[in-house]
């Protein structure tokens, strides 16, 4: 799949931002005043600037409020309403610990649940699609959840829990490239089924055209995939292995605990890239673009 | 609305015979010539005289080589273009209703100025049938030629999608599939069309013929076989005096 940076972007800062609100709903930290202004300020600007880079990839952005209509089929539109819904929730929360010092625990629990119920649609919208047999499996909304929750008690400023939930998510990650590698064979489909010319060998002969075109370029990308050895290391020893290290130095400040962010998100985007770039459309057989 | 209809009255597709197809394009032609001139937005062409042209087509023509296990290499063209799902994933996914099954005839359709150009549709097709307008921002796709079909004010005989109506070798039919006694099902039970994908559990309504076997013909290419043997060894007359001079030379 075509890695566009507006998709990358937005499933990983909205991850960060709403696995964020789920710890301040659970009151981890329980927070009161500026701290937690400006915890939430940091929450909403991932959550949300997050939702407003996906509307960078949309044609009609203007038309983005119809997808709210198509709930009890689309895991799209089920996501437009959870954020929303999630986002209220956590603002009236978020509000009365700010402005009225006060922690109103139902509602935090409540706001918390809709934040991880956020992500899940998010992961199931990927999850959801035979199409794509890399993401086809029950280890995607595990592995978009983990890191969610990681970077979010990360964010917390939870260290020892961070460090476990982190370990937990590089355990998940590692799980999803493994059955994520054997995924399209294992599918079932392959060239002689997408023709019905087999069972002898098939092989595309001829494109229908010589040129590019928006299939080709929206399902077919193959340039990235030449480095993904090399980038998954990279994912994995900056998304996760460096923060469980800086996180498990007794009395880490302000100063390690930035380094641990910074180092977390430059693998979480890494690991998110080749989540795309990595992920085979089954279309792509028909051009002959994959080991049939 | 994005929900599939429990059944449809008709399930309108085309029936595509492989064995039939010459890969000459002239459905890819027609189709992006009526569906530009017709319903909805125009299927656009980007940098078209350039060094780089790229554009929207709702069918598109692939050739595969194909080698039987008893018999010569084959060459099969192969149109592909929306295949009308009964269980069509395209439809579940759109967030704004604009993808939809049609519940008379089956037909999947795009209301345009409710599309928001996301692209999950297309995400969720497996034969690549949607492709997203660069120049309009929304999808396009197949509609059966909905605006020939039903349209009076055609002749008769122009009443079927572009593709089926130009094909000069006959291998696109359009009918029926839901009525076992049309000529597209009958066609499609005497040839076993088939399914592609059949695994992905999308029920396509379209069907494909299979190539017809090619090894019974072996035999045919014998025919001229008698009269291209060589000419017989014991030369007479001033023939076999020629080549007789010729070899000792």
């Known amino acids: 799949m075509h890695p566009a940076p507006s998709v990358i972007l937005f499933t990983s800062f909205s991850g960060l931002g709403f696995g964020l609100l789920v710890f301040l709903g659970l009151g981890l930290p329980p927070v009161t ?5 400006f915890l939430y300020a940091l929450a909403y600007a991932l959550a949300v600037g997050g939702l407003l880079a996906s509307t960078f990839h949309l044609g009609h952005p203007e038309r983005a409020l119809k997808a ?44 918390a649940a809709l934040a991880l119920a956020t992500v899940s649609s998010t992961s199931m919208i990927y999850a959801q699609l035979r199409t794509v047999p890399r993401w ?22 939870q260290m020892t829990l961070a460090a476990g939930l982190l370990a937990l998510a590089a355990a998940v990650q590692v799980a999803h490239w493994q059955v994520g590698d054997a995924a399209l064979a294992r599918s079932g489909t392959d060239l002689a089924t997408a023709t019905g010319l087999g069972p002898g060998p098939v092989r595309a002969f001829e494109p229908p055209h010589t040129g590019t075109n928006y299939l080709l370029k929206e399902f077919m990308h193959v ?17 996760y292995g460096i923060p469980v290290v800086l996180l498990l130095i007794p009395g880490a400040g302000h100063v390690l605990g930035a380094l641990c962010v910074l180092s977390h998100v430059t693998g979480l985007v ?11 459309h089954v279309v792509g057989l028909y051009y002959g673009k994959r080991a049939a | 609305m994005t929900e599939l209809p429990a059944s449809t009255q008709k399930k309108l597709g085309l029936v595509i015979d492989l064995d039939t197809c010459v890969g000459c394009h002239a459905c890819v032609i027609s189709c992006k010539g009526w569906n530009t001139e017709n319903y909805g937005a125009p299927l656009s062409d980007q940098d078209p005289y350039g060094a780089d042209p790229t554009g929207t087509f709702l069918n598109r023509v692939h050739s595969y080589e194909i080698t039987p296990e008893d018999g010569p290499a084959q060459l099969v063209h192969f149109p592909k273009s929306c295949l009308h ?16 099954k049609r519940a008379e005839d089956g037909i999947v359709l795009v209301n345009e100025s409710a599309c928001i150009g996301c692209g999950l549709c297309a995400w969720a097709c497996p034969y690549g049938a949607r492709e997203m307008d660069a120049a309009e921002g929304v999808m396009k796709k197949c509609t059966l030629c909905v605006d020939r079909i039903y349209n009076e004010n055609l002749p008769e005989e122009d009443r079927e999608p572009a593709c089926v109506r130009t094909c000069p070798a006959g291998a696109r039919h359009f009918g029926d599939l839901g009525d076992p006694d049309s000529a597209v099902s009958q066609l499609v039970a005497d040839r076993g069309g088939m399914d592609l ?19 019974d013909c072996a035999e045919e290419f014998d025919v001229l076989a008698p009269l291209l043997k060589p000419v017989a060894e014991d030369t007479k007359g001033f023939l076999g005096w020629l080549d007789k001079a010729l070899e000792k030379l």
């Not at chain 1, 005043?33 to 202004?37: E, I, R």
């Not at chain 1, 890494?270 to 085979?280: H, I, M, V, Y």
């Open chain 2, 85 to 100: 799902c009964e269980e069509a994933p395209c439809v579940t996914v759109c967030p704004t209703g604009a993808s939809y």
């Open chain 1, 68 to 111: 709210f209509t198509q709930w009890r089929t689309s895991w799209l539109s089920r996501e437009a309403w959870l954020s929303v819904a999630a986002l209220v929730v956590m603002g009236v929360y978020g509000f009365a610990a700010v402005f009225l010092g006060t922690r109103l625990v139902p509602l935090g629990w409540f706001g």
């Open chain 1, 270 to 280: 890494t690991s998110r890239w080749l989540f795309f770039a990595e992920a085979e």
């Open chain 1, 136 to 157: 086809h499996q029950p280890l995607t909304p595990l592995h978009l959840l983990s890191l969610s929750i990681a970077g979010g008690a990360l964010l917390a400023g």
């Open chain 2, 197 to 215: 994908m059949p695994e992905q559990g999308t029920k396509p309504v379209n069907k494909y013929l299979p190539p017809r076997p090619k090894q």
């Open chain 1, 223 to 239: 340039v990235g995939r030449k480095h993904a050895r090399k980038l998954r290391l990279i994912a994995l020893t900056l998304g």
């Open chain 1, 33 to 37: 005043g500026w701290v937690a202004f």
